[in-house]
């Protein structure tokens, strides 16, 4: 995509929290900006990219965008970078150092919580990360506020010599508001870079000298906090209750309670306990109303002010209106209209997905799965046929063959970790496990990441683990963004082309055990899986088919079946396109008194893109090239 300046602001628009953010560092006079995709923050940097007078990149992990927002800052420009709330896991080990070492241009650091889980692996509350980096932590409450803040990030940045943390929520990051934005200003220091061993390379003699620092910097943004227009208290009329509120969960209070107290928390740490103070005095309950963890509700009871929270509130999900009404009524002792009286269902466990149709209906049901034509497809169909296998699968679109209908993952712990869990895996086999094939399966952008790591302690420690590479030279799972594997950057120029073959081989897998295969041609991946995972020693096939979202994907004429030659045998339903659908169910009885279900199938020719996975598996030859 080209890069260009964007117009002249308007008196309002209507921005998602995440664009919202990226208008912000801009008109902040941001100057750099790098990130990895991850949903809920993955739009952050693509927005950001059409600003042509701000450099942008996806980074190869979140810990070098943040190490390379270091650099910007310590270069003298203002600089950002954005994560999900697992990413801040992998950029922990630069925060952690940053925090004593400062800033020069402002450094701000968006992260997003995935608070009810719409799209990660865990439920985590990053607020945690500005206590133990005692660093502040502001929290807009929807876009126009996203915008704002981001823009106050760098000043308190450059105020107090620190990074900040923006945390956004799921519900910030993707739900659009009204946003009145400004004009660019520009804030560098024109004298660049300037060496300061003492302040930036942090031995042991010059990091203990800086810690003292760091909590004096606390110390004062704590009385910024007590003194801030960004921690105001909201007047109510009905005495009966307060709250303690920051984020979205503000927006819930206020729609669930609007007359009642309420201390909104835009800088939420280091919190104004005072003030805190200040208003349980003049109510009869004070309420903590936080997304996830009760770190506000600890730190207010451990200067002796009573406050409720978590034992009236869930310490899961979102606290949206349907469950602040119930658990605050309860608490007042007040009954609630019969459509209100119903407390908010506690998230349970998915059922398993079923084959049969949904009653009375011929659609056939399907749970979150692959694109039609995805390259993953194959590989999963080619999986769910070889037995006595032990699969550690990883993050991206490849996570769903864990699901119907290929149940062809047994592991997904976090990015990069199939290559370390399947070495453990190999390691620590007991007998009953003696004989099974160890498999690791991950994506390009993954591998990338964070796998190359575990591949060279696979080789190094002699391990018996065949890796599956799936390079589909995207970010698949987030949209199909850009990555080395790609041959092009965030701005769709031209740029370095990975080669995984020689990096396998440079982490030390033999020439001979690295394989590419087209994971369409069905026949050659299944002989490339069944040999390799008898070998004894670490092996890699390397699947190179495109993603079906890019523009590069070859799209082909569909398919079509033979309803005449169809016999009902599922066997292309194994492959789980989502093109491939069931119009009617049979119930038959063999010869030897056993009953049999087909399931006659269509296929949906307008997304079909005629990969020729389907035809693959089919025994009457039923699925043929559409005719036009």
Same mark, same amino acid.
């Given at each position: 995509?080209?890069?260009?300046?964007?117009?002249?602001?308007?008196?309002?628009? &209507?921005?998602?929290?995440?664009?919202?953010?990226?208008?912000?560092?801009?008109?902040?006079?941001?100057?750099?900006?790098?990130?990895?995709?991850?949903? *809920?923050?993955?739009?952050?940097?693509?927005?950001?990219?059409?600003?042509?007078?701000?450099?942008?990149?996806?980074?190869?992990?979140?810990?070098?965008?943040? /190490?390379?927002?270091?650099?910007?800052?310590?270069?003298?420009?203002?600089?950002?970078?954005?994560?999900?709330?697992?990413?801040?896991?992998?950029?922990?080990?630069?925060?952690?150092?940053?925090?004593?070492?400062?800033?020069?241009?402002?450094?701000?650091?968006?992260?997003?919580?995935?608070?009810?889980?719409?799209?990660?692996?865990?439920?985590?509350?990053?607020?945690?990360?500005?206590?133990?980096?005692?660093?502040?932590?502001?929290? *807009?409450?929807?876009?126009?506020?996203?915008?704002?803040?981001?823009?106050?990030?760098?000043?308190?940045?450059?105020?107090?010599?620190?990074?900040?943390?923006?945390?956004?929520?799921?519900?910030?990051?993707?739900?659009?508001?009204?946003?009145?934005?400004? =004009?660019?200003?520009?804030?560098?220091?024109?004298?660049?870079?300037?060496?300061?061993?003492?302040?930036?390379?942090?031995?042991?003699?010059?990091?203990?000298?800086?810690?003292?620092?760091?909590?004096?910097?606390?110390?004062?943004?704590?009385?910024?906090?007590?003194?801030?227009?960004?921690?105001?208290?909201?007047?109510?009329?009905?005495?009966?209750?307060?709250?303690?509120?920051?984020?979205?969960?503000?927006?819930?209070?206020?729609?669930? &309670?609007?007359?009642?107290?309420?201390?909104?928390?835009?800088?939420?740490?280091?919190? *104004?306990?005072?003030?805190?103070?200040?208003?349980?005095?003049?109510? /009869?309950?004070?309420?903590?109303? =936080?997304?996830?963890?009760?770190?506000?509700?600890?730190?207010?009871?451990?200067?002796?002010?009573?406050?409720?929270?978590?034992?009236?509130?869930?310490?899961?999900?979102?606290?949206?209106?349907?469950?602040?009404?119930?658990?605050?009524?309860?608490?007042? +002792?007040?009954?609630?209209?019969?459509?209100?009286?119903?407390?908010?269902?506690?998230?349970?466990?998915?059922? /398993?997905?079923?084959?049969?149709?949904?009653?009375?209906?011929?659609?056939?049901?399907?749970?979150?799965?692959?694109?039609?034509?995805?390259?993953?497809?194959?590989?999963?169909?080619?999986?769910?046929?070889?037995?006595?296998?032990?699969?550690?699968?990883?993050?991206?679109?490849?996570?769903?063959?864990?699901?119907?209908?290929?149940?062809?993952?047994?592991?997904?712990? !976090?990015?990069?970790?199939?290559?370390?869990?399947?070495?453990?895996?190999?390691?620590?086999?007991?007998?009953?496990?003696?004989?099974?094939?160890?498999?690791?399966? #991950?994506?390009?952008?993954?591998?990338?990441?964070?796998?190359?790591?575990?591949?060279?302690?696979?080789?190094?420690?002699?391990?018996?683990?065949?890796?599956?590479?799936?390079?589909?030279?995207?970010? +698949?799972?987030?949209?199909?963004?850009?990555?080395?594997?790609?041959?092009?950057?965030?701005?769709?120029?031209?740029?370095?082309?990975?080669?995984?073959?020689?990096?396998? /081989?440079?982490?030390?897998?033999?020439?001979?055990?690295?394989?590419?295969?087209?994971?369409?041609?069905?026949?050659?991946?299944?002989?490339?899986?069944?040999?390799?995972?008898?070998?004894?020693? *670490?092996?890699?096939?390397?699947?190179?088919?495109?993603?079906?979202?890019?523009?590069?994907?070859?799209?082909?004429?569909?398919?079509?079946?033979?309803?005449?030659?169809?016999?009902?045998?599922?066997?292309?339903?194994?492959?789980?396109?989502?093109?491939?659908?069931?119009?009617?169910?049979?119930?038959?009885?063999?010869?030897?008194?056993?009953?049999?279900?087909?399931?006659?199938?269509?296929?949906?020719?307008?997304? !079909?893109?005629?990969?020729?996975?389907?035809?693959?598996?089919?025994?009457?030859?039923? #699925?043929?090239?559409?005719?036009?």
């Amino acid at each position: 995509m080209n890069a260009v300046n964007p117009l002249p602001a308007a008196d309002r628009q &209507f921005m998602s929290g995440n664009e919202a953010v990226a208008r912000g560092a801009w008109e902040a006079g941001c100057r750099v900006a790098a990130a990895y995709p991850g949903t *809920p923050s993955t739009e952050i940097l693509e927005y950001a990219s059409h600003y042509g007078d701000m450099y942008t990149e996806w980074s190869i992990n979140e810990k070098v965008s943040l /190490e390379i927002a270091i650099g910007a800052s310590l270069a003298g420009s203002r600089a950002f970078c954005a994560m999900k709330h697992v990413g801040l896991n992998v950029a922990s080990d630069a925060l952690m150092t940053e925090t004593l070492i400062g800033i020069r241009g402002g450094l701000v650091l968006a992260v997003a919580d995935d608070v009810g889980l719409s799209s990660s692996q865990n439920e985590q509350d990053s607020r945690f990360w500005g206590r133990f980096a005692h660093v502040p932590i502001l929290e *807009p409450s929807d876009a126009q506020e996203a915008y704002q803040f981001t823009r106050t990030a760098f000043d308190l940045s450059e105020r107090f010599n620190t990074i900040v943390i923006l945390r956004l929520t799921t519900r910030i990051c993707h739900v659009k508001g009204v946003v009145s934005p400004g =004009e660019r200003q520009e804030f560098i220091h024109p004298e660049g870079f300037q060496k300061n061993p003492a302040t930036q390379v942090m031995t042991p003699a010059n990091a203990r000298h800086r810690i003292p620092l760091m909590y004096e910097r606390e110390e004062r943004i704590r009385q910024y906090s007590e003194e801030c227009d960004l921690n105001p208290i909201q007047e109510g009329s009905d005495r009966r209750i307060g709250f303690v509120t920051s984020g979205p969960a503000f927006m819930h209070v206020r729609e669930s &309670f609007p007359d009642a107290p309420v201390i909104k928390l835009g800088l939420s740490y280091p919190p *104004p306990l005072e003030k805190i103070r200040a208003l349980a005095g003049t109510v /009869e309950q004070l309420v903590v109303v =936080e997304e996830v963890e009760p770190l506000l509700e600890t730190e207010i009871k451990a200067t002796g002010i009573t406050v409720l929270g978590k034992e009236v509130l869930p310490r899961i999900g979102e606290l949206s209106p349907n469950v602040l009404r119930p658990a605050i009524a309860k608490l007042l +002792g007040e009954a609630l209209p019969a459509a209100e009286a119903e407390p908010a269902p506690r998230p349970k466990q998915a059922p /398993e997905a079923k084959l049969e149709p949904a009653a009375g209906s011929n659609l056939f049901p399907r749970p979150p799965t692959m694109c039609v034509a995805c390259p993953h497809l194959g590989i999963y169909y080619c999986l769910s046929k070889i037995r006595n296998t032990s699969i550690s699968g990883d993050i991206g679109c490849y996570t769903l063959g864990a699901g119907h209908p290929w149940n062809a993952l047994d592991t997904c712990v !976090c990015m990069g970790a199939s290559m370390g869990v399947a070495l453990g895996l190999d390691k620590g086999r007991v007998e009953a496990d003696t004989n099974k094939r160890v498999i690791a399966v #991950i994506g390009d952008s993954t591998f990338m990441h964070m796998g190359m790591q575990g591949l060279l302690d696979i080789t190094y420690n002699k391990g018996n683990v065949t890796i599956l590479l799936l390079d589909n030279r995207a970010v +698949g799972m987030t949209g199909g963004q850009d990555n080395p594997a790609s041959g092009r950057n965030l701005h769709g120029e031209e740029a370095f082309q990975i080669d995984f073959r020689k990096v396998c /081989e440079a982490l030390g897998v033999k020439p001979e055990r690295i394989h590419e295969v087209n994971p369409y041609e069905l026949p050659n991946l299944f002989n490339a899986l069944r040999e390799e995972v008898k070998i004894g020693e *670490p092996s890699v096939i390397i699947t190179n088919q495109p993603c079906v979202l890019v523009d590069f994907y070859g799209i082909q004429p569909p398919f079509t079946v033979d309803d005449e030659k169809c016999t009902g045998c599922k066997n292309c339903l194994d492959v789980g396109c989502p093109a491939i659908y069931v119009t009617r169910r049979e119930t038959v009885v063999k010869p030897n008194g056993k009953e049999k279900e087909l399931a006659f199938v269509r296929i949906d020719s307008a997304a !079909c893109t005629g990969c020729d996975l389907c035809p693959k598996t089919c025994g009457p030859d039923a #699925i043929i090239p559409l005719q036009t």
